[in-house]
């Protein structure tokens, strides 16, 4: 019952710190310094096919709209659909400075799509004048006409804003000093007049809180959002492309379990010997290592002075029917030399977790006690001993979790693996704001997991620890 309780109580905190988390991710993502829609669209909003309206509504759907200026159209209709509404559309500040000096009588400054919840007020300049249409949208959906390559990457196709609307009044529209006139040609009367104002700090501030929580609200739905990248599902290219993560990372933790315990219990064991000051060298240098350099120069030895393996990749092109044997094989053998970086670079400082948590044991008086029964050393080191050197290598297991999952970034893209790490740097490097936001929340909740079972596995491996 007890320990029911403290995980009760660890969950409701987890929630608070993913909720703050969460909080850092967004404000963090709002920063970048570039903006993947209006770079996607631009052909689009020259050529006609996508009104800045439409850029809008895709930035609204993950919280990403940030206003400039506004310029408001207010109507009233006999009609009992439409009845009175404040329509609005966003423009850029210059244009409200422009609009400052009196240039109003312009088709061009009222042309464009206005929005109030589900209304849209479509003002199109022809060539003779301006007509309007008042819609009412049924629908509206992100999509994607991706055509998946061989590694399902995702990278063609276009998004679209599909929309299904019902015209509830149309007709032309004039305009004179700012004011609009409307002339329906479904019978209908309708008034407006327009309004331009600069967006001021609060307006902005409220479309940072909305953005904010439209995307939670979403969040919490199951709703990633739609990757600008790689038009598809957040939630789905992460699980596409977690497993391959998973399979290197974890072979990697398991080789630098096998490899940097016994080499820190025989540092221990042989302090200030050949054996400590040997092993403690190199792993310095395994330590100080960046990866790119490491990975860089393993691609350059290995694969292309000596030939033994691939360059890079996942697999060769192989023949279709090829046996499975043979493929896992072949996967295998690209797989040799990221492994190897993954497991040089982080077999270090394990490897020093181990032998200071074992020196310190080794001076415990139970090891004494053992020493002094008679005991053999080889029994006092790895009966007595070693099991109280794992009990604080278990807290490791709050990141071990995340980085199973999360994929090794650096890695991943200097061997062009395809992985979940090399998706979010390449996600990263073009600002795909709900695939990065979706990713490191995704992280957050494998840390968070990573840290309640760290806990609870400390309680069980050592019966001194109360979960109270």
């Known amino acids: 019952m007890t320990t029911l309780k403290y ?35 631009q052909s689009a909003l020259a050529q006609g096919t996508m009104t800045q309206t439409d850029v809008d509504r895709i930035k609204e759907l993950y919280g990403l709209n940030m206003p400039d200026a506004f310029l408001d159209i207010n109507i009233a209709s006999d009609d009992e659909k439409v009845g009175e509404l404040s329509l609005r559309k966003n423009t850029k ?43 009412q949208v049924l629908s509206s959906e992100l999509t994607s006409t991706e055509t998946e390559g061989e590694e399902g990457s995702g990278e063609e196709g ?27 040609t479904r019978g209908h009367k309708v008034t407006g007049s327009a309004n331009y104002k600069a967006a001021t700090f609060w307006n902005k501030l409220g479309a940072l809180f909305g953005g904010y929580f439209t995307w939670l609200f979403n969040l919490l739905r199951g709703e990633m959002g739609m990757s600008f990248k790689y038009k598809r599902p957040v939630e789905d290219v992460i699980m596409q492309h977690m497993g391959i993560s998973f399979a290197i990372a974890f072979v990697a933790t398991i080789l630098e379990f096998a490899i940097a315990i016994p080499l820190g219990i025989k540092a221990a064991v042989n302090q ?43 697999k060769d ?29 982080s077999v270090g400082s394990l490897m020093r977790y181990t032998r200071t948590n074992t020196l310190e044991v080794l001076n415990s008086d139970y090891i004494r006690t053992a020493r002094a029964k008679g005991l053999s ?17 278990i807290t490791m297991m709050a990141g071990i979790l995340p980085s199973l999952f999360g994929g090794a970034m650096i890695t991943e893209t200097v061997f062009a693996i ?22 490191n929340m995704f992280l957050a909740v494998m840390t968070v997991i990573g840290t309640l079972l760290s806990d609870l596995m400390y309680a069980v491996v050592d019966p001194r620890v109360k979960l109270t």
């Open 93 to 135: 500040v210059e244009t409200y400075e422009n609009y400052q000096e009196g240039y109003v009588d312009d088709a061009e400054w009222f042309a464009g799509d206005y929005e109030s919840g589900d209304f849209h007020l479509i003002l199109k300049e022809t060539d003779n004048g301006v007509t309007y249409s008042i819609q």
């Open 7 to 41: 995980i009760i109580k660890r969950l409701l905190y987890a929630v608070l710190i993913l909720l703050g988390v969460s909080v850092i991710i967004y404000g963090l993502s709002r920063m970048m310094p570039t903006d993947y829609v209006d770079q996607t669209f």
């Open 377 to 393: 050393e080889r029994s006092v080191i790895y009966k007595h001993a070693f099991r109280n050197t794992m009990i604080p290598l």
């Open 418 to 439: 395809p992985g979940i790490g090399k998706q979010a740097y390449d996600a990263l490097i073009v600002a795909d704001v709900p695939f990065i936001m979706g990713y």
């Open 317 to 345: 092109a192989l023949a279709p029917g090829t046996s499975g044997i043979v493929v896992f094989g072949n996967v295998l053998w690209h797989m040799v030399l990221p492994m190897f970086v993954l497991v040089v670079l």
């Open 272 to 314: 200030y010997g050949v054996i400590d000051y040997t092993v403690t060298i190199l792993v310095m240098i395994g330590i100080s290592l960046p990866t790119f350099f490491l990975a860089a120069l393993v691609i350059r030895v290995f694969a292309v002075k000596l030939g033994w393996f691939p360059v890079g990749g996942l």
């Open 158 to 184: 276009d998004l679209t804003l599909v929309k299904k609307t019902e015209v509830l009044d149309e007709g032309t529209c004039t305009v004179e000093n700012g004011a609009l006139t409307f002339l329906s």
